[in-house]
């Protein structure tokens, strides 16, 4: 692949997913491994509180974060090997923010709430993608973005 095709292929990949709307569900939810149930829900429920975030279902080694059933959700588990969790190397979750002031409002949150920055908010491709991040409890990383 040339470097113009490969550009070309990014701007059409980057409008394809600009203009999704909601269809057809295809995650129903995400699970990250813990360390700490209870300090992880607490984490997620309030990072997320503005959002309408609770404990949909809980049952003992993993809980489901989200607004109801139904709606996609994040998943926190103790893993089932009983072995330690481990944050995926190259693995992230992304959560969709309104606009730039939110996406800074959920990292400053997160700090707030324990999480070490991964990368401050900002512009990553011009008038494309703005995204702040971070490292949650069990250093898992996530981000918050907008594209635009």
């Known amino acids: 692949m040339t470097a113009g095709s490969a550009a070309c292929a990014n701007s059409t ?3 394809a997913i600009r203009n999704f709307k909601k269809g057809p569900d295809m995650i129903g939810y995400t699970t990250i491994g813990v360390n700490h149930m209870e300090r992880a829900k ?6 997320f509180a503005d959002k309408g975030a609770k404990v949909v279902v809980d049952m003992g080694r993993i809980a489901f974060i989200g607004t109801q059933r139904g709606e996609p959700m994040l998943a926190v588990c103790e893993p089932f090997d009983k072995e330690a969790p481990n ?3 190259g693995g992230m979750i992304a959560f ?3 606009d730039k002031a939110e996406a800074e409002t959920l990292y400053h949150k997160a700090i707030s709430l324990g999480a070490t920055c991964d990368g401050e908010p900002g512009q990553r491709i011009p008038d494309r993608f703005y995204g702040a ?3 949650d409890l069990d250093g898992n ?3 918050f973005f907008v594209f635009g």
């Open 133 to 135: 991040y971070v490292r």
């Open 13 to 15: 990949a980057f409008t």
């Open 87 to 89: 944050a995926g190397n």
């Open 141 to 143: 990383k996530i981000c």
């Open 42 to 47: 607490t984490f997620y429920t309030d990072l």
């Open 96 to 98: 969709v923010a309104s």
